[in-house]
């Protein structure tokens, strides 16, 4: 299985990523602003294949239905992945944007900055955040498998 053609990485390192997306949300006054940014990167994620959405594929810990596909090798490891919550696919497609793309190195030496630089740490509701927790995991676990 390979993912369609990805739009990640659209930096050229994590580290960059993550101060695009910390300018990104600076740029919105209140948090109903930036849920509504979520929402719109939610659906600028890939398509996901129907056959993918497989409890194989599913990431649990999430309240949402999440499914994740990942590909390649300790030299570059990519990601497909959808939610059935606007946000939630909104989330994935940040988390995507940092980590898909990347090394296994570069997935292990990056902590998610972008979370508390934003202010999502403060502002998910405790499903949420435990669902981000879990897709973060299994980015990590992937890529530690893979190195």
């Not at 390979?2 to 050229?12: D, I, K, Q, V």
């Not at 109903?32 to 993918?52: M, N, T, V």
């Not at 972008?114 to 502002?123: C, E, P, Q, S």
């Amino acid at each position: 299985m390979t993912p369609a053609a990805s739009p990640f990485p659209l930096e050229p390192t994590a580290a960059q990523a993550q101060a695009a997306i910390q300018d990104e949300f600076s740029f919105f006054g209140d948090w109903s602003e930036r849920y509504q940014y979520l929402i719109d990167l939610g659906r600028k994620l890939p398509a996901f294949p129907e056959q993918w959405k497989t409890e194989e594929h599913r990431l649990h810990g999430c309240q949402s239905m999440v499914w994740i596909v990942p590909s390649g090798d300790a030299n570059r490891l990519d990601f497909a992945a959808v939610s059935d919550s606007a946000i939630v696919s909104g989330l994935i497609f940040l988390a995507l944007r940092v980590y898909s793309g990347r090394s296994a190195r570069e997935i292990l030496d990056t902590s998610p900055d972008y979370i508390a630089d934003v202010g999502l740490a403060r502002h998910l509701s405790p499903t949420r955040s435990n669902g981000l927790a879990a897709l973060l995991a299994y980015i990590r676990e992937t890529a530690q498998r893979a190195s």
